[in-house]
C-alpha cells in the first residue's frame, strides 16, 4: 500500500461521514419532526410515577462496592425465604417474659429459623462480614462494634451492649427498634421463635452470657395490671 492509498482512504471515510450528516440535517429540515413535549400513554386516573421518589427509595447509592452488594442481597433475599411459624403464638393471651422463654428455648430450632439469618450474616468464628456483620459471640458484644463492618449512623448510636433483652427487642422489628437500620429484615414476631434465635446465637460464641432470670409466672391479679386497671 503506497503512502496515498491511505490518505485516500481516510478522506474516503471523512466524506462518507460528511454526506451522512449533511444528509441527516438536510432531512431533518425536510421533515421536521415534531417530538411530544409530555410522556406519552398517559391513563386517566392513574397519576404519573415519580420517578425521583422510586430513587430515594432505592436502598444504597451507585459506587461499584454499593452495587455489587446490591446484586448479591437481591441474590440472596430470593432464597431467604421466612420459615411458617409452627409455634404457638403466646403474645396476645399472657405475655411470657424472656428469662422463661429462653430457659425452654431449643437452639437447635433457632439454628433452623436462623436460616433466614444466613442469607445476610455469616456465623462462624473469624467469619467474613456479608451484607450484615459477622455474628459468631453476637450476646454480649458491643452493638454495632464488629471490624470492618460500615454500620449505619443510626445502629451506631445505639451504643451498649447486645444484651438478651436487647436482641430480643431489635428483632422483633429492627426497623422499629432501630428507626434508619441497614437490615432490611422486617423481624420474628412469635416470642418463642425470637427465644429460639437467640438461644441459638447465645450458643454461637465462645462465652454464653447467663440467660436473664425467669419470673415468677403470673398470678390471677398481677400488681403490675392493678395499677394500669380502669377502674
Ligand atoms: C437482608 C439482610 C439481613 C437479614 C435477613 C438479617 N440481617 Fe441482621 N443485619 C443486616 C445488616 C445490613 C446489619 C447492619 C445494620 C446497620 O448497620 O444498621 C445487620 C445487623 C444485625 C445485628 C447487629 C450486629 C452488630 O454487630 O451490632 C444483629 C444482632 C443482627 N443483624 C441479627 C440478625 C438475625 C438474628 C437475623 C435473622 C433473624 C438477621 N440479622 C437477619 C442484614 C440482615
Known amino acids: 500500500m503506497d503512502r496515498w492509498e491511505g490518505t485516500k482512504i481516510a478522506a474516503g471515510i471523512g466524506l462518507a461521514c460528511a454526506v451522512m450528516g449533511g444528509a441527516g440535517w438536510f432531512s431533518a429540515r425536510v421533515m421536521a419532526p415534531d417530538y411530544p413535549k409530555a410522556r406519552g400513554y398517559a391513563v386517566a386516573g392513574i397519576p404519573p410515577?415519580?420517578?425521583?421518589?422510586?430513587?430515594?427509595d432505592?436502598?444504597?447509592?451507585?459506587?461499584?462496592?454499593e452495587q455489587a452488594e446490591l446484586i448479591g442481597y437481591i441474590h440472596e433475599i430470593d432464597k431467604a425465604v421466612v420459615p411458617v411459624s409452627t409455634e404457638p403464638e403466646v403474645a396476645r393471651e399472657a405475655p411470657v417474659d424472656l428469662g422463661t422463654l429462653l430457659a425452654s428455648a431449643d437452639p437447635e430450632k433457632g439454628r433452623r429459623t436462623a436460616q433466614v439469618c444466613m442469607a445476610c450474616h455469616d456465623l462462624s468464628q473469624n467469619g467474613p462480614n456479608r451484607i450484615g456483620p459477622n455474628l459468631w459471640g453476637v450476646v454480649g458484644r458491643p452493638v454495632g462494634s464488629h471490624p470492618g463492618f460500615a454500620y449505619s449512623p443510626a445502629l451506631k448510636g445505639v451504643g451498649g451492649q447486645w444484651t438478651y433483652q436487647e436482641l430480643d427487642h431489635f428483632l422483633t422489628s429492627p426497623g422499629r427498634a432501630v428507626p434508619g437500620t441497614k437490615m432490611t429484615f422486617s423481624g420474628i414476631r412469635n416470642p418463642r421463635e425470637r427465644a429460639q434465635v437467640i438461644a441459638f446465637l447465645a450458643s454461637n460464641g465462645a462465652s454464653k452470657p447467663p440467660f436473664p432470670a425467669p419470673q415468677p409466672a403470673a398470678t390471677e391479679a398481677p400488681p403490675a395490671t392493678k395499677i394500669a386497671a380502669a377502674p
Open 58 to 65: 432505592w436502598p444504597v447509592g451507585g459506587s461499584k462496592m
Open 49 to 56: 410515577v415519580d420517578l425521583a421518589s422510586v430513587q430515594r
